[in-house]
């Protein structure tokens, strides 16, 4: 068993209930492993290093920081200097921040970054490792709602955040031009909890959706996909990583034009057993080596806990 700090940041919603997120599901996969785990930042105990008791951080054996965005002041808050005790660091959105990621990269022993595209960030780091995105089957799986498995209200769905949507848009006109159902919207705010309320969303769509920005695939949309078991049709982006997790044809179809994009759509519409076999295949691999607890693994074995 080994000590950990763990750094995250702990949203509430307005009833004071904890937001859960996939930094949430990093937490318990600590734990779950047998591990001691301390929280840090916003919204637990201790905050930062100066809030902890010496003993503390001269016992912990890992500072484990977690990449988990914008606060609601728009800050994003990592460890500006080398910590006290061997680090690591999960950083999520490169493609976003590459050159902060590149930056902070150095006050860490070691870093784990989400987007195969901004691999080159870290050339120069002595311990740097492709960890890419993963989800939480205890929040994104199939059976969530077992009656709508076999009728399933919605054609095909996407769900983001409102500043992503637009990516939608090739959708929603092959949508209108086949008189397709579609439903694409933000589910839930940012000072919100968006689970389980996304995966009920997913659960009701014959197909889902997906399409990366900023060459950052397999983005999180393509595991919770996958962990619902619904045929995905994604985005054809020879920069991504997509193809170095999953094979396009066997686990998901790539489109490159609205016309594939509709062709691919239609087919999973008109061969359901076909493109449920897909998505079962996906589903089996995302379950069993695509979790959040499977990246945590990974970090450990780098780490030599």
């Known amino acids: ?10 949203d509430y919603d307005k009833r004071g209930g904890p937001i859960m997120k996939y930094s949430n599901s990093t937490h318990q996969a600590l734990l779950d492993l047998g591990h001691h785990v301390e929280p840090m930042g916003e919204g637990h105990k201790y905050t930062c290093f100066d809030d902890m008791l010496d003993g503390t951080i001269r016992q912990a054996d890992l500072f484990l920081d977690i990449d988990c965005g914008r606060n609601s002041k728009g800050d ?23 050159s902060l990621h590149k930056r902070l ?3 860490y022993d070691h870093v784990f970054f989400s987007v195969w595209d901004k691999r080159d960030l870290f050339l120069k780091h002595p311990s740097a490792h492709w960890c890419p995105n ?21 054609d095909v769905g996407f769900f983001g955040t409102k500043g992503g949507l637009d990516r939608a848009n090739p959708l929603r006109h092959v949508c209108i031009n ?31 959706f997906n399409h ?3 060459h950052d695939g397999p983005n999180q949309r393509v595991i919770e996909a996958m962990l619902m078991q619904r045929p995905l049709v994604s985005d054809y982006d ?3 990583g997509m193809n170095k997790l999953f094979e396009e044809g066997t686990h998901y179809l790539s489109y490159k034009s609205d016309a594939e994009l509709a062709n691919h759509i239609d087919w999973c519409l008109q061969e359901p057993s076909l493109a449920s076999a897909m998505a079962k ?15 945590v693994e990974h970090i450990l074995e780098v780490m030599g806990l």
């Open 281 to 295: 295949r996906a589903y089996t691999l995302a379950y069993e080596k695509h979790q959040v607890k499977h990246r």
């Open 1 to 10: 068993m080994a000590n950990i700090i763990l750094r995250y940041r702990q």
């Open 134 to 154: 993963a989800s939480d089957a205890k929040y994104f799986y199939k059976d969530i709602q077992p009656d709508l498995t076999d009728s399933r209200p919605i």
């Open 105 to 107: 990269a150095v006050n």
């Open 178 to 208: 086949h008189g397709w159902s579609c439903d694409i919207r933000e589910i839930g705010r940012s000072n919100s909890s968006r689970w389980p309320k996304t995966a009920l969303a997913m659960a009701q769509c014959k197909v889902l």
């Open 76 to 98: 994003l808050v990592f460890q500006t200097e080398k910590p006290p005790i061997p680090s690591a660091v999960r950083f999520i959105d490169d493609h976003g921040h590459p």
């Open 238 to 240: 020879p920069r991504d």
């Open 212 to 214: 990366g920005q900023k």
